[in-house]
């Protein structure tokens, strides 16, 4: 399966499903709407296909997606997914990707969707924090959930310690997402809820 993967920065998730070297995906391409991107380098050092789309060029956002849709689509993805990808999509752009969008967010949602999430999360007195992978929708770090992690947190962590441990579990649970929907067994039931099919 061609899997597109679109990024904003550092690129660590990206990275995680190239290194994990899912059988039957190929990763078509990594797209990034900042040319500084570090992603990119890794990418483009492991042989993938990299192009930059600079959201600043376009007029609107409208714009912007319509352009990404036609890049992306050039690859003829599979899946598309969302790695540390720092844009608001349209509901146009997520309509045409229905079911076939990933993203990655920092928190357990649906707690603290939006930025900050570590920040948040210590603030709040919250006691488990963690990752969640799920399908993406018109609203905002609100589509079906398809697999989180949690992790603690300590008396003495920071936005940074915490930060840190919640990474190393999107790491491991990015892939593992990948993995199963490549292997068919991802579906949406009529209630909008994710099933995960048992392995073959
Ligand atoms: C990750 O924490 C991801 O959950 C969030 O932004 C960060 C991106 O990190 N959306 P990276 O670019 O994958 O290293």
């Excluded at 990206?14 to 570090?38: L, Y």
């Excluded at 003829?76 to 969302?82: A, I, M, N, Q």
């Excluded at 990948?178 to 099933?195: N, Q, T, Y």
């Amino acid at each position: 399966k061609s899997v597109v993967l679109l990024i904003s920065g550092r690129g660590s998730n990206m990275e995680a499903i190239v290194r994990a070297e899912i059988p039957g995906v190929r990763i078509a391409a990594v797209i990034s709407n900042r040319a500084d991107a570090a992603g990119l380098d890794f990418a483009a050092s492991h042989g993938i296909a990299t192009a930059v789309l600079d959201h600043k060029a376009f007029p609107s956002r409208e714009a912007f997606d319509a352009a990404l849709a036609e890049l992306i689509d050039g690859y003829c993805p599979d899946l598309v997914v969302l790695a540390g990808f720092m844009r608001v999509l349209s509901d146009g752009f997520v309509r045409h990707y229905e079911g076939r969008l990933l993203n990655i967010h920092p928190s357990l949602l649906p707690s603290f969707p939006g930025l900050h999430t570590h920040r948040r999360a210590l603030e709040s007195g919250v006691r488990i924090h963690g990752a969640t992978v799920h399908f993406v929708t018109p609203s905002l770090d609100a589509g079906p959930v398809v697999i989180q992690a949690a992790v603690p947190v300590l008396d003495d962590d920071d936005e940074s310690t915490l930060a840190a441990r919640v990474l190393a579990e999107e790491h491991r649970i990015y892939p593992q997402a990948v993995k199963w929907f490549v292997e068919g067994r991802l579906s949406i039931d009529a209630s909008g809820c994710v099933r995960l099919a048992n392995a073959q």
